[in-house]
C-alpha cells in the first residue's frame, strides 16, 4: 500500500478518473484542539484540496490547493466532512455535508469549470438533505446520490426524511438496521429529484441486516461501482472498523451482503472509493499510522482490489 500525501493529514477520499488522471477530493484534517468523541466533534474539518495522479501506483501527486473553505459559505457552521465530485456538461459539482448555523448536517453543493476547481458553492444547502458521506454515481445520464452516516452523522436522527421530534431513533438489536439512502439528483444537478430512498442491505436469506449485526449492517461511507453488470455498494460498519460490500441489480438496490474488502486499519474510522483506471482496480481509504495512531489525524493510501472469478472482492489486510 502507498500513502499518497506524507505532507499532510487527509482523509475520506472520493476518487474519480476525469480527463484521463485520477482526481481525489478527501476531507482535510488537522490539530482542531477539539476533545474527541462519539459525535466527531474532534473532526473539524474548514477545507478541501484537491489532489491528482496519472499513475495510482508510482505516479507524483499533484496537490491544487484549497478549493473550497467553510468561511466562503454562506450557511455554514463547522465540520467540512467528507465530499464527493460528479461531471456534467462541462461542469463539475461538489456535494459536501456541513452542520449549519443550528448544528445539523446538510448537504451543499459547490461548482467548478475544472476539476481541480476552485468550487463556488451555492448560497442554500439542497433542500431537504441531511446527514453526510455523499456518494454519487452516473449511469446513462441519471445521477444518483447515496449518503447517510450514524452516530455524529445524524441519520438516527431521521424516519422517512423527517426530523424525528426526540432527536434521534435506534431501532432494537433485533429489528432492520438504519439504511443509508438514494436519491437522483435534478436535471441541474443542485438538488434532489426526488425524495430519498432507503438502501436495503439483505443478508443471504433475503432478511434485511439488523442494527445489533454490527459486523455487517450499514454505519456510513456508501460507495457505489459497476463491475461485470452487477452493482456493488460498500461501506462502513463503524465502531467495527470492517469495509463491507453488497450487490444488486438495481442502482436503488436492494443489495445483498457478501463480505469484507478491508479489514480494521490503524484508527478508528474506515472511509474508502473503488475506482477502476488503466485496466486496474483501485481501494482508496485511510490510516493513522502516520500520526502514530491519533485516531483523528488520518492519512490516504491505495492498494490494487482484486476480485476472485466468481465476482466477489478479494479481503484486503488494513493492518489494524
Not at 452542520?99 to 451543499?108: E, T
Not at 439504511?179 to 430519498?196: G, I, N, T
Request: proline fraction near 7%; glycine fraction near 10%.
Amino acid at each position: 500500500m502507498k500513502y499518497l500525501i506524507p505532507n499532510d493529514y487527509m482523509a475520506d477520499p472520493s476518487v474519480h478518473v476525469f480527463n484521463g488522471k485520477l482526481y481525489i477530493y478527501p476531507s482535510h484534517d488537522w490539530e482542531s484542539g477539539i476533545e474527541e468523541n462519539d459525535n466527531g466533534d474532534h473532526f473539524n474539518m474548514k477545507d478541501y484540496h484537491v489532489f491528482s495522479m496519472e499513475d495510482a501506483e508510482n505516479g507524483e501527486v499533484t496537490d491544487h490547493g484549497v478549493v473550497l473553505d467553510v468561511k466562503d459559505i454562506p450557511w455554514a457552521g463547522r465540520q467540512l466532512w467528507d465530499c464527493d465530485v460528479a461531471h456534467k456538461n462541462g461542469k463539475y459539482y461538489m456535494y459536501f455535508p456541513l452542520k449549519d448555523k443550528n448544528d445539523i448536517f446538510r448537504f451543499g453543493v459547490a461548482v467548478a469549470d475544472r476539476p481541480e476547481g476552485p468550487f463556488i458553492p451555492q448560497p442554500d444547502p439542497m433542500r431537504g438533505s441531511y446527514s453526510i458521506d455523499s456518494c454519487i454515481y452516473e449511469e446513462n445520464g441519471n445521477y444518483y446520490m447515496y449518503f447517510g452516516g450514524i452516530w455524529g452523522g445524524q441519520l438516527q436522527r431521521y424516519k422517512d426524511n423527517i426530523a424525528l421530534e426526540n432527536g434521534a431513533t435506534y431501532p432494537a438489536d433485533n429489528e432492520p438496521a438504519i439504511p443509508p439512502r438514494v436519491a437522483k439528483l435534478s436535471d441541474d444537478m443542485l438538488q434532489f429529484a426526488e425524495a430519498p430512498r432507503p438502501v436495503i442491505i439483505l443478508d443471504k436469506e433475503g432478511k434485511p441486516l439488523t442494527q445489533g449485526d454490527t459486523q455487517r449492517r450499514f454505519f456510513e461511507a456508501s460507495w457505489i461501482h459497476k463491475y461485470n453488470g452487477k452493482y456493488y455498494f460498500s461501506y462502513s460498519t463503524g465502531d467495527t472498523h470492517l469495509l463491507c460490500y453488497a450487490t444488486g441489480d438495481n442502482p436503488y438496490g436492494p443489495f445483498t451482503y457478501q463480505g469484507v474488502i478491508l479489514t480494521p486499519v490503524v484508527g478508528w474510522t474506515t472511509h474508502h472509493s473503488i475506482t477502476e483506471y488503466k485496466g486496474k482496480w483501485y481501494l482508496f481509504h485511510h490510516d493513522c499510522v502516520p500520526s502514530k495512531g491519533k485516531t483523528w489525524l488520518r492519512s490516504l493510501k491505495v492498494t490494487e482490489l482484486k476480485y476472485n472469478p466468481d465476482g466477489t472482492i478479494q479481503t484486503i489486510n488494513g493492518g489494524g
